[in-house]
């Protein structure tokens, strides 16, 4: 059940997307009196599951979900409708309109992906406010895995800044040191003092390679105890709201290193704790069962997060402000996916990676938020400068303007052979990682 939520989800925002980007050509195209052809979601080699006219446009859904397109007539697109191009242009065609024109016409998708996200993104402010854990709430600092350490971290650390620019959200830590192309300059509050260390940019890359990210840090939650569940956790004195904050003489205990180190290896021992209750230090001895339990349950909502609301004019700077912060951010993935030395390409992931993004349960604003984070993805992929992208066709027409010569059409017809080459294999690729990580991770 949780696989097909997952599955509807990606088709219905997929279906969304490739509608609102083919729409943007459609449209631009029609004001500019082109006529388009074919508008279709999906493609539809051979066939298409259904389809319909309307005036001078087949409206329709194709059966391979890999995309869909629009047909505009008299341009060498993915129909590579070379019979059209030979015959006498006409006056309603893509060829026969002014650079500019066609230019509009070719960034058009992009645009709309963008708003998109940005009404998205607005809408969500709007509604649902902003969700966030403030760093400044995390009182007992956080915990590192081995590879935040290797890097300078110690548990117990509280974050300060990055590149001298204070930390609010407890996410942008994770953030900032994944999305770099150059060393990163920390400091963190370690027992009452700033501590300041320089995390070289080849541990950085080291990190990300080996995916030691999912799992960097985590807030260290305190062992608070929220209910005394066994007479003899009673009987040693223990009460609901006691904070334990030493065990045998060891300061700075936490719910983790209670649960996961300290009592599994003192089964049916006798512990001392040092509890912290209504500002008092209280000594207490407490046995530790055949289990490794001390029978109490620990108190789960420590951490609150905060909530940013705003109001309906408020919401939509706030949403077009963040679609621009995650275009920024996801370019800058980009740029570290195409440098061969940090090995990112490995990360690419094709159909079931996208899908693993959705949640598993019905979620609205979670669909949303990924409909909207998706359909920037699209638009960014498309105004890359390859051949058979918008992008592509965009660069040419822009070569067009400025230098004034048009691209001959047989040069514009190997160059979309060439880019549909060059999408097949990153396709193949990126599907191929996630075929391979789901045997090897």
């Known amino acids: 059940m949780d696989v097909l939520i997952k599955v509807i989800q990606f088709f219905m925002s997929l279906s969304l997307l490739i ?67 030979k015959a006498p242009v006409q006056p309603w065609e893509f060829r026969a309109k002014p650079a500019w024109q066609r230019f509009c016409v070719m960034v058009a998708g992009v645009v709309m992906n963008i708003l998109l996200a940005m009404f998205i993104y607005s809408g969500l402010r709007y509604v649902y406010g902003e969700s966030y854990m403030a760093n400044e709430d995390v009182k007992w600092g956080y915990e ?23 930390l609010d959200d407890v996410n942008d830590m994770r953030s ?3 999305l770099t192309e150059s060393d990163r300059h920390i400091v963190v509050e370690r027992d009452g003092e700033q501590v300041a260390f320089t995390i070289p940019f080849e541990q950085l890359l080291e990190m990300r390679r080996n995916r ?17 569940a066994s007479d003899s956790a009673a009987a040693a004195g223990l ?3 006691d904070e334990i904050v030493a065990c045998n003489g060891q300061e700075g205990v936490t719910a983790a290193m209670m649960t996961m180190d300290i009592l599994p290896a003192h089964k049916g021992d006798t512990l001392s704790l040092r509890v912290l209750r209504a500002g008092e230090n209280i000594t207490l001895q407490v046995p530790v069962n055949d289990e490794g339990k001390i029978g109490v349950q620990l108190k789960g909502d ?49 159909f079931i990676a996208i899908g693993n993004i959705f949640p598993s349960e019905w979620d609205w604003m979670q669909f949303w938020s990924m409909t909207a984070f998706l ?64 045997f090897t991770r």
């Open 212 to 228: 030691e990210y999912e799992d960097l840090y985590m807030i260290r939650m305190p062992f608070i105890i929220d209910e005394v």
């Open 302 to 350: 420590v951490f609150e997060p905060r909530t940013r609301s705003f109001t309906f004019l408020q919401a939509i700077p706030a949403g077009i402000s963040l679609a621009i912060d995650t275009v920024a951010d996801y370019w800058e993935q980009l740029k570290l996916i195409f440098q061969p030395k940090t090995k990112m390409y490995e990360e690419l992931g094709g």
């Open 19 to 85: 509608a609102i980007h083919e729409f943007g050509h459609f449209i631009v195209a029609r004001m500019f009196k082109i006529r388009v052809e074919k508008f279709y979601i999906f493609f539809d080699p051979w066939f298409s599951l259904f389809k319909w006219k309307r005036g001078d446009t087949e409206y329709g859904v194709g059966w391979v979900p890999l995309g869909g397109y629009v047909k505009i007539a008299g341009m060498i697109d993915e129909s590579m409708d070379l019979e059209q191009m």
């Open 239 to 241: 009460q609901s709201g």
């Open 375 to 438: 359909s920037i993805v699209l638009g960014v992929m498309n105004i890359l400068p390859i051949p058979g992208l918008d992008g592509g066709h965009a660069l040419f027409t822009l070569w067009e303007i400025v230098t004034g010569r048009k691209p001959s059409d047989r040069f514009l017809e190997i160059m979309q052979y060439i880019g549909l080459a060059i999408l097949l294999v990153l396709v193949v690729y990126a599907n191929a990682n996630d075929i391979i990580r789901l």
């Open 144 to 166: 590192f895995n081995a590879a935040a350490e290797r890097m300078g971290f110690r548990d117990g650390d509280k974050f300060v800044s990055v590149d001298g620019e204070t």
């Open 176 to 178: 900032r040191l994944l």
